[in-house]
């Protein structure tokens, strides 16, 4: 658990943030402690490789010496020791890792045996979906909400009828009723449609009501899309 | 086997129990058994259109609640053995109605009748989506103007998501049905084209009934126009719908030039 503080003084800005590590508390006496962290390596020997470790020596009473023993055996073990907790820092020298404080506790799931909690990893999820297809007409009164992405509709949306995507609107039939697009702040976003007949059209909070689009424009196809903080809508083709 | 057709609309006044009680008449006649079911619940009408008010004892929400038998209930109609009537209560409202309660009449009539045709209040709240509830098929009565078009719209997609067909991973056939058509306001513009409608709505269409007299002087006798008059114009569109509702092909005619020509023919009648 732990959040390390950068400890740095520099000219440049400088941010706390937190970071989730492992922590590992070993308890005397130390010969048998690293008996258990070779057992958790034979089960599983690239357990520790890579992941940030820090050591809570708060439970024994080590000296300086007997810190950079224990720092060097977990070395060879190939596991990394990122900053020491729970000691006084004249007991570090240089060579050792620095001194964390303000540590908390987090709950991460997965841990194992030994008090080591394991790091936040990419959870292995099926890739979310980016795009939304409606392959028939959305009706007046239906809303459509899809913030993950684009939204593809083979049909015509109705009058009454509402479409919001986090990214792009496509529309193959006639678009009559509200789309809204790029709604998580997404400026790239753009809307088209085969004939553009809308009560109103949006991309990021910057709209245009029926009244505001060109009368010319009206039963073409069209996209929408945003220059600045103005929304320009120009015919397809 | 059983088919449950609800007509339907969203908006109020567009021609649903007309529609219901014409369409009911012209399937009977043709020899299969109907029944028409009133689900307008505190605002019945279909008991007027059918000619039947004066015969009402019990009513749907007596038999939904196990006051009356469904045969208790059910008034046959006195021209057409095998047309009949279900109305509904004039003095509840649409609360009365339950989902347990529609599903058990539904299932009883399913085993006595050919057609079950629903005729559904105007609104999307609990009444009419009771009456789409067990369709297996809607008729979508729709004038040719904007806001009955939209109303449309909105119910075409409640039927496709509210019904149990639509939970159960089917799909309602839908039909829309115009009415109040008139062409000569058409022609000027001055009413949504058909293809307009058909383009907006994306659903196959079934009939055009013409705006016509004929349907008030029906209502007015208690008849279905269909039985009141079957040479009009708006009768015989309505024939014509409910033999496409049988699988029937007939060439889709805006049933008015005849009328037009007819109207020459007697000198100027109606103005």
Redesign the interface.
């Known amino acids: 658990m732990d959040s390390k503080v950068d400890p740095q003084r520099q000219l440049v800005r400088l941010r706390g943030r937190s970071y989730v590590a492992f922590v590992f508390s070993p308890v005397m006496p130390i010969v048998n402690w690293l008996e258990g962290i070779d057992a958790t390596l034979a089960r599983s020997p690239g357990f520790f490789v890579g992941r940030p470790i820090v050591l809570d020596l708060s439970a024994v009473k080590l000296s300086g010496h007997g810190i950079a023993h224990l720092v060097s055996s977990l070395e060879n073990r190939n596991i990394r020791v990122l900053g020491i907790e729970g000691v006084d820092s004249s007991l570090l020298d240089a060579s050792l890792p620095p001194l964390l404080t303000g540590g908390r506790h987090c709950m991460i799931e997965q841990s194992e045996p030994k008090k080591a909690e394991v790091k936040k990893e990419t959870e292995p999820k099926a890739p979310p979906a980016t795009s939304l297809l409606l392959e028939s007409p959305v009706r007046s009164g239906q809303c459509i909400v899809f913030t993950e992405g684009d939204v593809t509709v083979l049909g015509s949306v109705s009058s009454g009828a509402e479409i919001v995507a986090g990214g792009s609107i496509h529309v193959y039939g006639t678009l009559r009723g509200r789309a809204m697009a790029g709604i998580n702040g997404n400026q790239a976003a753009r809307i088209y449609c085969q004939r553009i007949e809308a009560e109103l059209l949006a991309i990021d909070g910057y709209y245009q009501t029926a009244e505001d689009i060109d009368q010319t424009l009206r039963s073409r196809p069209a996209q929408a899309w945003l220059d600045g903080e103005t929304m320009k809508i120009t015919p397809l083709i | 086997m059983a088919k449950v057709l609800v007509v339907t609309s969203g908006k109020g006044g567009v021609g649903k129990t007309t529609s219901t009680a014409a369409l009911g008449a012209a399937l009977a006649q043709n020899g299969d058994k109907v029944v028409v079911v009133d689900f307008d619940v505190g605002l019945r009408n279909l008991d007027l259109i059918m000619g039947a008010e004066r015969r009402v004892v019990f009513d749907l929400i007596n038999v939904a609640q196990g006051v009356a038998k469904l045969s208790q209930a059910l008034i046959r109609d006195k021209r057409l053995e095998n047309l009949w009537l279900l109305p509904a209560s004039q003095t509840r409202d649409k609360d009365a109605l339950t989902d347990e309660g529609v599903r058990q009449i539904i299932d009883e009539l399913r085993s006595k009748f050919d057609w079950i045709l629903c005729d559904s209040p105007a609104g ?1 709240e609990r009444g009419a989506t009771l009456a789409m509830r067990y369709a297996d098929e809607a008729i979508i009565v729709t004038n040719p103007e ?1 806001s009955s078009v ?2 449309s ?2 119910i ?3 039927l ?1 998501s509210k019904t149990v067909k639509a939970e159960q991973g089917e799909e309602v056939k839908k039909h829309v049905l115009i009415t109040r058509y008139d062409p000569a306001r058409a022609a000027r513009g001055e009413m949504l084209s058909i293809d307009d409608i058909l ?2 709505l ?1 659903t196959p269409l079934l009939g055009i009934i013409p705006e016509s007299q004929d349907i008030l002087r029906a209502s007015n006798v208690g008849a279905p126009v269909t039985l009141n008059d079957a040479a009009c114009a708006s009768a015989r569109a309505y024939n014509d719908a409910a033999r496409r509702l049988n699988g029937e092909t007939i060439a889709m005619t805006v049933p008015v030039e005849r009328k037009r020509f007819f109207e020459r023919l007697l000198g100027r009648r109606a103005a």
């Open positions: 999307i904007v939209r109303d719209d909105r075409i997609g409640m496709d383009e907006i994306a």
